[in-house]
């Protein structure tokens, strides 16, 4: 195993505990896996870790993340590589929620994780689980630098007037009440790979990323600054995604608490049973699209509102950004999709895009999508959270 900047980036879910050994001068993925179902009562986890393509699979006893590590460490050790702590760089964490604290990577000391504990009210699923992964991953290699690399960071530099929700003063400074936009490692990313595939200098290309999987998000990028984002206080906001219904009249839970609909059910229903699940029935975009083939009534509808949501995105941020440069898709649908990508294009004509039915449909994984005479350019641009939080890493440590 080379010593270059070798990064263990790990993705801790409320049940699950993804990873990738990942080189980050060379983007080389040396090993990837997750456990999965951790903690649950009835069924046993799940271990699944692939090197040079070979995946084993097995179920395993993991109660709480530090037996997930335990777990992981396990399968570096009989699978290999070796996995030695002197030759690891880093250990990358995805945090999701930064607040409006840190703009930027972190190294993780007491003082971090204090203020990470601090940011769980905003998210109350997504914070505790990323802790349970950093002290798990603490304990297993002790003289690492762990770094923090938060989802919200590359949105900290939303200007006043597009984090600023008017509501009032108490709302926004007691309850920290504001947008503040995830999937940021993902933006990140695929808005620097856009400027470099466009030609330009990251600092002066102005791009709409659409990160469209089951969650779902459109940023506005100016020279390589976020200045607009779709998600808000919490991942609901914005665009329709598998599970979520995205933009509401904000009147809706008053309404339904009238109706007698609890607060825990409100929220189950909007995280769990809406959007294209609320819909037609599924939350697998595929399926959805099988359905659409077959002329279901629901899932043509539900096509039309996805794309219809995502084009008036692009043509808001537009606005915000005075000049727009090229777009991207990514993410499981936006670089899966050309159903999507059709529907969304088809509905981007003022801005001078024009969808090429062939690179539209397939090509490399990294291709243009619209015609040679479209004056605007449409990209699919696959996204690599880890790597950036690799990269992010090692930038900040170097
Ligand atoms: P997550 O937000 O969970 O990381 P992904 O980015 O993996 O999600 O995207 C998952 C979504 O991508 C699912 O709705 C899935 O159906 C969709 N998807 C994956 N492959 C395809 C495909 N070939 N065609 C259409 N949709 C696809």
Known sequence: MSAGALVLVLNAGSSSLKYQLVDADTGAVSASGLVERIGEPDAKAVARHTVSGQATTREVDAADHDAAMRVVLDAFATHGPALDARALYAVGHRVVHGGDRFRSPVVVDEAVIEAVEDLVPLAPLHNPANLAGIRAARAAFPTTAQVAVFDTAFHQTLPPHAFTYAVPRQWRERHRVRRYGFHGTSHAYVSRRLATLLGREPGEANVVVLHLGNGASAAAVAGGACIDTSMGLS????????????????????????????????????????????????????????????????????????????????GAYAVALGRLDGLAFTAGIGEHSPTLRAAVLDRLGLLGMRVDPGRNEEGPAERVVTTQDSAMPAWVVPTNEELEIARQAVALLR
Do not use: C, W
Request: aromatic residues 4%; hydrophobic residues 40%; glycine residues 10%.
């Open 235 to 314: 991942p609901l906001e914005g665009l329709v995604m598998g599970t979520r219904p995205g933009d509401l009249d904000p009147a809706l839970p008053s309404h339904l608490a009238r109706q007698g609909v609890s607060i825990e059910d409100y929220d189950r229903a909007l995280n769990a049973d809406s959007g294209l699940r609320g819909l037609t029935g599924t939350n697998d975009f595929r399926e959805v699209v099988r359905l659409v083939e077959a002329g279901d009534a629901d899932a043509v509808l539900a096509l039309d509102i996805v794309a219809y949501r995502i084009a008036k995105y692009v």
